[in-house]
């Protein structure tokens, strides 16, 4: 059986309709056999088999096309009635009716959208049966329109199931050559860093000393990027951004230092700190910062120049909250949409440094800690960002029992 063969046997058997179609076809004819077969010029092969007959032909099972009268009708494509073969003027002597044993016997063509010959809607018995000038005929010519449409439409959705699944892979394969690319990026980024430190702190000369920063700086920035790569692809390939969850009785501390960093980039602009006790708190501490320097970086970027930027944290009935507040434009409903999505944009073109993926993967730290974020923003009040983290959903693993 050729490979064109299988694939319309595998359409037809995926066409919920085709043995409902028989089925009516038996009920309203009287006749115990029917069947739609694929007719090329050699072979008639059964796509879908009604059987009441015990003919013993199922599904897939071929006949030499030329002893059928399906290759007549292949040639012709008209359709075939006969009432009773034994007495039918044309068909009486005809080998087909004697070779397969029947009397009464129809057979309409099915056509692809294209007019490309399909095969047939195919009926028989051998018993004879009033079908000339009923409405046997038009009905089974309307089910072989409606199974061209249904051969269509199927074809067509295995398409696009086939075209979706090999993006999916090419998708996933980038991913993976971004991780891996990401990943084998850090250690010589590590190095440019380390040396640019280390010359920063022993060139006299300022203006070497002035290409030396400038290096740490792009090297520092290019990690940055390295690090968003990674956390995306983590996030997309379906594992999400890992977190260590242990308690961390310094997290105010460290998230005056994400603060105090951000202040030394942009010394103009003002950063007050709003910022509790935390101890007690459990999380996973680097990427908490992670967070707000992320949601600090986006506020100090797109947030009124002339305004200060407000960073507060918080414990309050056993909810963790991280909240950084700016004044500005309000985000528009488009962007707010899309806001947590990763290399969202501003709409309007604005030139931005960066990937577009802080605001991704805060989101996505959000999430592995069992938290959520949240972001209003309006002309009058301005735009706050916030996580919100239960403390009952984050708990530093149990110790290993020890070992005797």
Same mark, same amino acid.
């Given at each position: 059986?050729?490979?064109?063969?299988?694939?319309?046997?595998? @359409?037809?058997?995926?066409?919920?309709?085709?043995?409902?179609?028989?089925?009516v076809?038996?009920?309203? @004819?009287? &006749?115990?056999f029917?069947?739609? #077969?694929?007719?090329?010029?050699?072979?008639?092969?059964?796509?879908?088999?009604?059987?009441?007959?015990?003919?013993?032909?199922?599904?897939?099972?071929?006949?030499?096309?030329?002893?059928t009268?399906?290759?007549?009708?292949?040639?012709?494509?008209?359709?075939?009635?006969?009432?009773?073969?034994?007495e039918?003027?044309?068909?009486?002597?005809?080998?087909?009716?004697?070779?397969?044993?029947?009397?009464?016997?129809?057979?309409? !063509?099915?056509?692809?959208?294209?007019?490309?010959?399909?095969?047939?809607?195919?009926?028989?018995?051998? $018993?004879?049966?009033?079908?000339?000038?009923?409405?046997?005929?038009?009905?089974?010519? *309307?089910?072989?329109?409606?199974?061209?449409?249904?051969?269509?439409?199927?074809?067509?959705?295995?398409?696009?199931?086939?075209?979706?699944?090999?993006?999916?892979?090419?998708?996933?394969?980038?991913e993976?050559?971004? %991780?891996?690319?990401?990943?084998?990026?850090?250690? !010589?980024?590590? %190095?440019? @860093?380390?040396?640019?430190?280390?010359?920063?702190?022993?060139?006299?000369?300022?203006?070497?000393?002035?290409?030396?920063?400038?290096?740490?700086?792009?090297?520092?920035?290019?990690?940055?990027?390295? /690090?968003?790569?990674?956390?995306?692809?983590?996030?997309?390939?379906?594992?999400?951004?890992?977190?260590?969850?242990? !308690?961390?009785?310094?997290?105010?501390?460290?998230?005056?230092?994400?603060?105090?960093?951000l202040?030394?980039?942009? !010394?103009? /602009?003002?950063? /007050?700190?709003?910022?509790?006790?935390?101890?007690? &708190?459990?999380?996973?501490?680097?990427?908490?910062?992670?967070?707000?320097?992320?949601?600090?970086?986006?506020?100090?970027?797109?947030?009124?120049?002339? *305004?200060?930027?407000?960073?507060? $944290?918080?414990?309050?009935?056993?909810?963790?909250?991280?909240?950084?507040?700016?004044?500005?434009?309000?985000?528009?409903?488009?962007?707010?949409?899309?806001?947590?999505?990763?290399?969202?944009?501003?709409?309007?073109?604005?030139?931005?440094?960066?990937?577009?993926?802080?605001?991704?993967?805060?989101?996505?730290?959000?999430?592995?800690?069992?938290?959520?974020?949240?972001?209003?923003?309006?002309?009058?009040?301005?735009?706050?960002?916030?996580?919100?983290?239960?403390l009952?959903?984050?708990?530093p693993?149990?110790?290993?029992? #020890?070992?005797?």
């Amino acid at each position: 059986m050729s490979t064109a063969i299988t694939a319309d046997l595998a @359409t037809i058997a995926r066409i919920n309709a085709v043995p409902a179609i028989l089925q009516v076809i038996c009920e309203t @004819t009287g &006749m115990r056999f029917a069947a739609v #077969a694929r007719v090329t010029e050699n072979n008639w092969t059964a796509c879908a088999v009604l059987d009441n007959l015990g003919f013993g032909l199922g599904v897939g099972g071929e006949l030499d096309a030329a002893t059928t009268l399906c290759h007549e009708i292949r040639g012709s494509h008209q359709t075939i009635v006969i009432d009773k073969a034994s007495e039918d003027a044309r068909y009486c002597h005809h080998p087909t009716p004697r070779l397969y044993r029947f009397e009464s016997y129809i057979s309409v !063509p099915v056509f692809r959208t294209n007019g490309s010959f399909f095969g047939t809607i195919c009926a028989l018995d051998p $018993a004879p049966a009033a079908l000339t000038g009923s409405a046997i005929q038009p009905m089974m010519e *309307s089910f072989a329109r409606l199974l061209t449409i249904q051969i269509e439409s199927e074809e067509a959705a295995q398409q696009t199931e086939a075209a979706l699944k090999k993006e999916l892979a090419i998708a996933e394969l980038r991913e993976q050559f971004i %991780a891996v690319l990401g990943h084998d990026l850090r250690n !010589p980024l590590f %190095a440019i @860093t380390a040396g640019a430190e280390l010359l920063v702190k022993r060139l006299g000369d300022a203006r070497s000393r002035t290409i030396a920063e400038h290096i740490l700086a792009s090297g520092r920035r290019a990690t940055e990027l390295v /690090r968003d790569v990674l956390d995306f692809a983590r996030g997309r390939l379906g594992n999400g951004i890992m977190v260590n969850i242990q !308690p961390c009785p310094d997290l105010d501390t460290a998230l005056r230092q994400v603060a105090s960093e951000l202040q030394r980039v942009y !010394p103009q /602009r003002v950063i /007050r700190l709003h910022i509790d006790d935390l101890s007690g &708190m459990c999380c996973d501490r680097e990427r908490i910062t992670q967070l707000l320097s992320n949601l600090l970086a986006n506020a100090l970027n797109h947030g009124d120049a002339n *305004s200060p930027v407000d960073v507060s $944290a918080r414990i309050e009935q056993q909810v963790f909250t991280l909240g950084v507040h700016n004044q500005g434009a309000p985000i528009a409903p488009a962007v707010m949409a899309q806001l947590f999505q990763p290399f969202s944009r501003p709409l309007d073109g604005t030139p931005q440094s960066g990937l577009g993926l802080g605001l991704y993967i805060a989101n996505q730290i959000a999430l592995a800690h069992g938290g959520r974020m949240e972001v209003v923003s309006s002309r009058e009040a301005g735009t706050l960002f916030s996580l919100r983290l239960p403390l009952d959903r984050v708990a530093p693993p149990e110790p290993a029992p #020890a070992t005797p």
